[in-house]
């Protein structure tokens, strides 16, 4: 004992030696400014030795704050502890309790072929592993073991392939692992990859790129689960009909001679669809869907499925999610479920001690410490002649106040925490402002290595501030050259996937998370516009898993997010070049906007969703519809299918609009009761296509005056950058619509319709050339008008060059096509017929068109003529052929009431 108070009474007098020795700014500044007079090599040797001499100092004040505090170091440090002081200290001092975390697996007999460079130990990983019975011999080559269970080891961490054991095997490039017979085999892939394969499997380890950490696995037969989850590396998993990415995700592939079904349990996965061992379509499973690849339909069918869309692909290969009572009732997925949810603890566990055990790099920032190693740091910089070098100390120096950060959270000190990765915010702000291109990247390299590290922690978790913060420097403006465009979607995709994770952790800020994810849509999809199709993937990729969160998530439904995500398909239509595949694409838009309709019902009637946000959405997605229908193919046969979808969905808006109903427990205590108490009180069940005009006619969207309205879309059109706007007639505020009849931007001058609520351009027209029949937003109108005319007159003058001049006629013949594209378009959705020889112009500038000899496409008996006119949306001069002879009207109607009065006066002649 005596011994012992002796030895700390040396340390004690020790410490203050060196506490003064840091006091005194002098004795580290004086002798290196008396280097500057010494030579290049005398210098650098001095230099190393008062570096040695401070280093010293630090380490033996370093061994004194950080892991035994005294109560008299304590009151110095007054920066940002104060009353938490004593509980941190005690945190730093106590033994800490290493948490091992174990995961059964039944015994098993597992035959390997090591690969080209046969099978090798790993014997320093042997303490790392815990509760592991794992014998091996070497026989030609092969690896026979036994695994009896296993545990994650905080300290397993390498670059390659290794099968857990005892004795570790290393795997290489044409390893192939088979489990016939056996319970299974679980391969670590990076650092934190997870492969797990089920009993009677075959696998081959295809590639190990460690550059670019990306491993390619072949699945022959049997199962296999990957996790990328909680690493930086990125899996290709390969059967005879798929290839398989995964990226920051978990999922489930099981193959055999007929089929492979693949399942994504967390985040999403990339699915490449192969017949003849070439890629012939791409799928993308969200989040908790499935798809089936029946083998014998890649082989027979491939052709066609090489051109469908997406929304035609996963109706060929039985897309869809996985509900929670399947996965229950499946051995393989449960099995892998329990060891998902015990591997993801076992590492977050592991992480955090880490955090714990190297404890705080600065006790306070206004300790003595903390000044001296201040003064440190900017003598090794002032005195490292080698550029790397200096940026790595740098970067090394900012990253302290992360390290010290991550340990502040890790405490539950989230006041420190902050104010830490403020000071590192401030830090690397300045070097970004100030660095070059090096030291950018070096940055750039440190901020994607700790993102990927603090992949484990999601919204809700004590370091997920600190990894925010790693996602925010990442997706600076200074950044932006070390990123690629598959790069940047890789980013916009891990934002949507907090998202995603939030759902399921905690009640945090979902909906300020969801407008983050919109926010960095908008910013990697500007640079885009005119050009949508590069990135035409990209974009249903992002459609696919906004669309998947919605169908799930009641929290979400909010006006905003609905109008942005209908942005992000007018975005998808714009890439799509066909004109068939947009028409097909508004199909699909309409198919999702019904669902999301019943989901609406759903979330209402269990209590998930406001009665007043149901309302104002269910009337976002009606005007949605309309907008499709206009492009659809068969507008009747879509008229069908709602009303066998969406039978009663009349009577479901009526009991919105109904507030004493909706809004009250008059009449029950819950919606479901008192929509049932509403039906009875009904007289009459309208159809879908009949509430749906009472919804459009029926919503005053504005309280303004036209006077109002038409000033405020000509100041709006301005702003955008178009000028000298006409509009048509336009004489009803509760319409969103006005005609534009001739309008200028950028030098060309074009016609449209434009929506003052949303903002939007549609039915742009250019020289008698439809343009655009989708929505475009207004902001982005000029550019996409200027950008597309461009491409046009690009593509015509390579189409013509070498040959005679175009000809009138032809010029003509196009125009005449263009406006029977317009007609056809606006009138199929009361069924009219209209093709080309049907059509005449009769006043171009005017918008003034005659249709002759044309019929409805479910009464072709019925044939009739009409005149148009665009300017004003009317219809006039209306003849209709009969038994007796023509009948005319001359007066002038809106186009909605044609249908039936055409039928009504041909029934009455006939």
Known sequence: MLEENKNTKTDNLQGKKEESLMQNDELLIAPVGAL???????????????????????????????????????????????????????????QKEEKVIKSEVKPLQLFIFAGKKRGSFFESFVTTLSFVVFSAVIFAGSVFADISSYNLGKEFIHDGIMLVGEKSVSLDEEARVDTTGTSGAILIVG????????????????????????????????????????????????TKYSNIYADSSSFSVVSDDLKTTIYSDLHDIEVDLLADNKVINKLWLAEGNQAQLIHSKLDSEKETIEKLLYSKLVKEFSYGRLSEKKKQEDPWFLDQLVKEISDYNSFKANYSQDINDKGLRTISIGSLRYQAKSILADMQSALTFNKNKKNQQIVSSLFENIEDAEYLFSQGNDVDGKVRLSIFNSDIQTVLSNG??????????????KYYQLSLFVPGDELFPVKQLMFEKINDVSMAKFVDDDGRFLLLTAKLNDVYDAVKSSPVDLNGLFAEYFELYDKYTKSYEGKMSEIKDNIIHQNILVDNLLFQTPELYKLEFFDQKKGMEEDYLLALESS??????????????????SRIRYFLF??????????????????????????TVDIAAVNELFSKRLSDFGVFWEYLQAAEYSSTQLHGASHSERFEAFKEIQQEVLSFEDIREEILGSENVSDESVEEITAKALKDLEEAGIQDVEFGVYSDATKTRIPILSARTGGIEFRATYDWDRQLLSN????????????????????????????LSRAKEKEVAGTSPVKETDKLLDVKR??????????SKMGVVITMSNVEIVDLNAGYYKVTNVYFSDQKNAKFSFEYSTTDDKVSNLVVQTASGEKTVGDTFTPTFMKNLVLKIYDESN
């Not at 033996?60 to 110095?76: C, I, Q």
């Not at 291109?437 to 750039?444: A, G, T």
């Not at 998930?608 to 229908?629: F, G, H, M, P, S």
Request: negative net charge; charged residues 35%; without cysteine.
């Open 36 to 94: 500057l007079n010494k030579t290049d090599s005398d210098a650098e040797t001095e230099a190393t030795q008062i570096l040695q001499n401070v280093q010293d100092a630090q380490n033996v004040l370093d061994s004194r704050v950080v892991a035994k505090p005294a109560a008299e170091d304590a009151e110095k440090d007054d920066g940002f502890f104060d009353v938490r002081l004593d509980a941190l200290s005690e945190s730093v001092t106590k």
């Open 191 to 238: 650092e934190r990859g997870l492969i797990r394969l089920g009993a009677d499997t075959v696998a081959v380890v295809e590639s190990i790129d460690k550059e670019s950490k990306t491993y390619g696995f072949r699945l022959e037969k049997g199962s296999l689960w990957g996790n990328t989850v909680f690493d930086e590396s990125s899996f290709v998993v390969k």
């Open 436 to 449: 070059d291109d090096d030291i950018k990247n070096d940055l750039f390299n440190e901020l994607n290595n």
């Open 580 to 597: 068939n595949d947009k028409k097909e694409q508004r199909q699909t838009f309409i198919s999702n906007d019904i669902d999301l309709l």
């Open 606 to 631: 269990n209590d998930k969703l406001d009665t007043v946000d149901a309302r104002k959405i269910v009337y976002r997605l009606i005007q949605n519809i309309e907008d499709y229908q206009e492009g």
């Open 764 to 791: 742009i027209i250019v020289e008698d050339t439809i343009i655009s029949q989708d929505g475009v937003k207004l902001l982005k109108a000029s550019k996409f008008i200027t950008e597309t005319i461009s491409s």
């Open 818 to 827: 263009a406006a029977s594209v317009f007609l056809a378009e606006k009138f």
